[in-house]
């Protein structure tokens, strides 16, 4: 097992070095030379993105969409350069780490003085619309984890220095403040109360708070997290947000709240919510996971088979091992599952 991982981690990071960390992803269909013809269309315009992502055949070259630079990608390369170099002591992997993180800096949103990502194309969705590098606080936050993650293996505080600037940026955003806690937004021009992102900004604030101490940022972060923790489901489960229609519960958003959660605690050495993280993450284990390691998407159904889905749960499942005897071993059958059913030959 420790071999097939090796080398399913040297290939696809050979891969995405020989195509300049661009590629294709799963909602890049409005770059296609059809949107003109779509007149600005919501309803056409997320036709097109679904029938992009979920066909069986790869259509975006007939459709003119180009591979692209992904800021979220390039940050997840980044972590995963850093982890490496933790793990083999190579220090062409510190080169590389530091060279995405400069690339992240160069290529921040423009239209913000503070450090923060978008997509590198326009969005539609069933609640709103996102232009291209409009940022949102889950990449932002998910980029923010690698900078800090850079701060405590390379030591240079120029990197909790960005990650506190992005900390900047999340406190400053809009929030929908409740009697039972306050969801950050996952838009900055609007509030948009998401789990998700709520968990993800406040993991952010507690992991940065606690090199920082700042009272403020751990405060936001306790609100943030006892907002979706006190609109947990009976069962564990979280629905993706509170508006009536986006009550749906999936894979790979659940373990985003569990290992957002779980950074929270460690961070902040606050046991408050202990107990929703041992029901949402019993939760997670039972439902979302077939017994060969075959990730399902939706807690009901199994399809679509994704990436995303296999990826978060072999991160959230292997981040749960210092807690549950049971979770390393599944995902690694998440693993073994996703190499060989998933991984292309060429990485």
Request: aromatic share 12%; glycine share 8%.
């Given at each position: ?121 326009d969005w539609s969705s069933r609640s709103d619309r996102l232009a291209k590098n409009e940022p949102t606080i ?210």
């Open positions: 097992m420790k071999e097939m991982l090796e080398g399913s981690i040297r290939k696809v990071e050979k891969w995405v070095e020989d195509h300049d960390y661009k590629g294709y992803e799963p909602f890049d269909a409005l770059t296609s030379y059809l949107r003109p013809i779509i007149h600005g269309n919501w309803t056409l315009e997320r036709l097109l993105l679904q029938i992009v992502r979920q066909s069986p055949l790869n259509l975006r070259p007939l459709l003119g969409i180009k591979p692209l630079q992904s800021n979220p990608g390039r940050g997840y390369m980044a972590w995963g350069y850093l982890r490496m170099l933790g793990i083999t002591g190579d220090q062409r992997y510190k080169t590389k780490a530091v060279k995405s993180l400069e690339w992240l800096i160069e290529n921040k949103s423009p239209n913000y003085e503070r450090p923060c990502w978008g997509n590198q194309f889950v990449w932002t936050s998910l980029i923010g984890m690698a900078f800090l993650e850079a701060f405590e293996i390379l030591g240079d505080r120029k990197y909790l220095d960005t990650a506190t600037n992005i900390c900047d940026w999340i406190l400053a955003m809009p929030r929908e403040k409740t009697d039972s806690g306050t969801c950050l937004s996952y838009l900055a021009h609007a509030q948009h109360s998401i789990h998700n992102a709520n968990m993800l900004g406040a993991a952010l604030l507690a992991r940065t708070s606690k090199f920082t101490g700042n009272a403020e940022a751990l405060n936001v972060a306790r609100e943030a997290m006892r907002y979706s923790c006190l609109r947990q489901l009976p069962g564990g489960a979280w629905y993706y947000g509170e508006a009536s229609n986006l009550h749906w519960i999936d894979n790979f958003h659940t373990g985003f709240n569990l290992s957002s959660l779980k950074c929270y605690i460690e961070s902040s050495n606050d046991t408050t919510f202990a107990n929703h993280l041992r029901r949402g993450f019993d939760y997670f284990k039972k439902t979302f996971f077939a017994d060969n390691g075959r990730p399902k998407y939706y807690h009901d159904r199994m399809y679509p088979v994704d990436i995303q889905c296999a990826a978060q749960s072999i991160e959230t499942l292997a981040g749960f091992s210092d807690h549950d005897d049971s979770s390393l071993g599944l995902a690694l059958r998440v693993a073994r599952w996703t190499i060989e059913h998933m991984q292309d030959k060429d990485g």
